[in-house]
């Protein structure tokens, strides 16, 4: 168990009707003018977005809107809201959406106080500073990406057909209102990219290169289990309650680090190498239809399946805890395999199930699902070079041949 | 899943050394002047007080010292604080020790504020003011109590015969240091009654009446499982930093409400009667030598048994996913029993192998072993009543009747 420092402080909102409360909250916090972000509408058309703004004025909150926000989201928007943030006064960056909305409204937030390009702050020619930042505070719409507590943010440049992630821990909203109902009108297909999401945020983190942490080992791989069991429940019938808050819920859990704490190879890193996150970027970066859920769903059995043999007791304890699955023991079993084809075959059908699991939700299996062929291989390798650089990873440090290994087998 | 909210602002320091890093780390938040509170004696034979104060006056950070805090602490002492406090003008309160200690700063923290006598506050004739609070810090040398994250304080009263909980979310500490290094001096029984508080803080919140919230339960039975495995290591090597470093984390994720969100029978409120804590408050109330985590080792197997039937699904999944336990299906397995009765073995089994585990680690079995005998149940239901009233719990309500039956079934 590695050193870590670990501070998590978002305030959680959660339940029936939380959508309600949002200005009460921001006015007893002392908040005075909003700058409200959104996506491409879906939160006009349900409605959710007229109950956010009724609360701030029903409070006196002053409020801005700018929305548009698409998944995969852009720096131009960003710039936008750091013009229009300080061109209204906003003391606060209000996100209504999911994680790219969430993640443009913390780009903003770090955005404002910096002279600049904001682009500069991703491209790590400066560094965001605290003074001047806004907070930021978030209805979630989409359970998936976990921005709603995490330390991440995610932009895209298309010029530069880069897509950047950008870790502080000031990024951390100060409030989150999760409302687990308004998962209820979510097309399957996003509640199942979001499931997908979760689970790659956690796996991320427990296939990093640090032996047993049991504590953090168990919750890891108990809310996998939990999602395992919820999602199909909430694909079934999207208005199970339950399962919904479940889902919601474990979308935090799933990126605040809780799952991850003394996982970090390094004092005080982060825990994980984001190998499969690295590869899955470049798809979405390059494809910007790709939701980044589908594109992990592809991408993290084909990099399991590469590297499971330099941390196979790894594999096999995540299959053990999450689905079960024991490799055959030959001699008590009385079948005719070596030890080494056991542990083999145990990894194989854990990994097997996994993707079975996200194939189920409706997830692709491959690459041309999405849309990806060959030919497009290079050009992902070109700016994953650029990205990561040309050896990364921390279970199995992985080189561009390495990586174009991976995308070719999910094909 | 019920509505909740969830903050959680301590900043967690956690690792080999940060005993070291105390100063450097308050100075860099602004502190000029802490209370240092600290138990009897141990901290000074480790050591760990002087280091902790050389930090401190390396960043010239004054301190003033009050020693002294015996388990189940008393609020004579508190009360020292307070006016100590005051006087040197603490900007900080600033705790050397494991649930005791922390307790007691957190008493000292909330009572300088306050004009009355600071029991006031526990008798709950005055209320908790956040303006004036003193904020708590802690260097946490006894995973146990949890108290280095929770909401939670509890003092005794000797004159009055009473310990009285005072929870509030004002209690939690800015920052805990969490240096898993300090538990390698700690005497056995010390550790295994660490344990057993925190696997009952667990139990208090997954046996509430809510039915299941998979994510908050898989963490929950994480935590107990991990725990399961890591004590016997750390109690056969005390200097097993993992075993050690497993079981310190543990203890804070076991009451900082991350394994009992959803839980909550009333929408915003705690999860879990604590009908268990309420019975062994009054042991250690009238019997202060007793351990607190050595009282919950009889109390809660016993609370176990005599209410399992009223939510029998709870207990067997409880079963299940700590300790892997299943009914046994009649039909299937080939054996005599009822569905009723195979519902009955797997729980029993369950209970039986909690206690065999607590027994295993050096926890007593009954009251007896802790001095306690049939001649003092009627003390301990008398204040029973007056902290609990004359019914109380969540999962099933226990009369004085209901309690005096358990105390008896342990004797």
């Known amino acids: 168990m590695n050193d870590f420092t670990f501070l998590l402080p978002t305030k959680f909102v959660f339940g029936r009707g939380v959508t309600d409360r949002v200005g009460a909250e921001l006015a007893?916090?002392?908040?005075?003018?909003?700058?409200?972000?959104?996506?491409?509408?879906?939160?006009?058309?349900?409605?959710?977005?007229?109950?956010?703004?009724?609360?701030?004025?029903?409070?006196?909150?002053?409020?801005?809107?700018?929305?548009?926000?698409?998944?995969?989201?852009?720096?131009?928007?960003?710039?936008?809201?750091?013009?229009?943030?300080?061109?209204?006064?906003?003391?606060?960056?209000?996100?209504?959406?999911?994680?790219?909305?969430?993640?443009?409204?913390?780009?903003?937030?770090?955005?404002?106080?910096?002279?600049?390009?904001?682009?500069?702050?991703?491209?790590?020619?400066?560094?965001?500073?605290?003074?001047?930042?806004?907070?930021v505070t978030c209805v979630l719409t989409i359970p998936a990406a976990g921005s709603e507590s995490s330390a991440s943010c995610v932009i895209s440049n298309d010029e530069l057909k880069l897509?950047?992630?950008?870790?502080?821990?000031?990024?951390?909203?100060?409030?989150?209102?999760?409302?687990?109902?308004?998962?209820?009108?979510?097309?399957?297909?996003?509640?199942?990219?979001?499931?997908?999401?979760?689970?790659?945020?956690?796996?991320?983190?427990?296939?990093?290169?640090?032996?047993?942490?049991?504590?953090?080992?168990?919750?890891?791989?108990?809310?996998?289990?939990?999602?395992?069991?919820?999602?199909?429940?909430?694909?079934?019938?999207?208005?199970?309650y339950d399962a919904q808050a479940n889902i919601m819920w474990a979308s935090t859990l799933a990126h605040n680090d809780i799952a991850g704490v003394g996982r970090n190879a390094v004092a005080g890193g982060r825990a994980g190498g984001w190998e499969c996150h690295g590869l899955e970027h470049e798809l979405s970066a390059h494809h910007t239809g790709i939701t980044h859920g589908?594109?992990?769903?592809?991408?993290?059995?084909?990099?399991?399946?590469?590297?499971?043999?330099?941390?196979?007791?790894?594999?096999?304890?995540?299959?053990?805890?999450?689905?079960?699955?024991?490799?055959?023991?030959?001699?008590?079993?009385?079948?005719?395999?070596?030890?080494?084809?056991a542990v083999a075959d145990a990894v194989t059908a854990t990994i097997d199930e996994l993707q079975a699991f996200f194939v189920s939700m409706g997830m692709p299996r491959t690459l041309g699902e999405l849309g990806v062929t060959a030919d497009d291989i290079p050009a992902l390798l070109e700016t994953l070079e650029q990205n990561k650089g040309a050896v990364f990873g921390d279970l199995q440090p992985l080189t561009m041949d390495d990586a174009r290994a991976i995308y070719e087998s999910c094909l």
């Open 28 to 135: 007893a916090a002392g908040y005075r003018h909003a700058l409200v972000i959104y996506g491409q509408g879906s939160v006009i058309r349900t409605g959710t977005l007229d109950r956010v703004l009724a609360t701030l004025d029903a409070e006196g909150i002053e409020h801005t809107e700018l929305g548009g926000v698409r998944p995969n989201p852009e720096v131009g928007l960003v710039r936008e809201g750091v013009a229009l943030a300080r061109e209204c006064g906003a003391d606060l960056v209000l996100a209504v959406g999911g994680g790219s909305v969430i993640d443009t409204a913390k780009a903003v937030a770090v955005g404002v106080p910096y002279e600049g390009d904001v682009w500069d702050l991703f491209a790590k020619r400066a560094k965001i500073v605290a003074e001047g930042k806004l907070p």
């Open 163 to 240: 897509k950047r992630g950008l870790s502080s821990e000031l990024h951390r909203p100060v409030v989150a209102f999760m409302d687990p109902e308004l998962a209820f009108t979510l097309p399957a297909y996003q509640i199942a990219a979001g499931v997908t999401d979760m689970i790659a945020h956690i796996m991320e983190r427990y296939f990093s290169s640090v032996g047993p942490v049991p504590v953090t080992d168990n919750i890891a791989c108990g809310i996998i289990h939990a999602l395992v069991e919820e999602a199909p429940r909430a694909l079934a019938d999207p208005r199970d």
């Open 294 to 341: 589908a594109g992990l769903a592809v991408v993290f059995p084909a990099w399991m399946r590469y590297v499971w043999r330099s941390a196979p007791e790894r594999f096999l304890s995540f299959g053990r805890s999450v689905f079960g699955i024991e490799p055959v023991d030959a001699e008590a079993d009385g079948v005719d395999v070596t030890p080494e084809e």
